[in-house]
């Protein structure tokens, strides 16, 4: 007579590789892709205060220069 094995509940560790690579990839390109997002904000916010027309200093500190 053939026994049979009782069927075990899947552990963290019997999820396959492929999956886990997939995630890895997938956090790494949405890190990559918030990178390069901070990287084009903090260029366009130098960008716009460069090409601004100057600003006038606060009364405050002309008052303090003198």
Known sequence: ??????LTEP?????????EERRAALTAKRQKARRE??????VRRNV???LSPPRQAPARQKDMEL
């Open 1 to 6: 007579m053939k026994r049979f094995e009782a």
């Open 11 to 19: 552990t963290g560790e019997t999820i396959p590789n492929t999956y």
């Open 37 to 42: 997002e901070q990287d084009y904000a903090a």
């Open 48 to 50: 716009e205060e460069f």
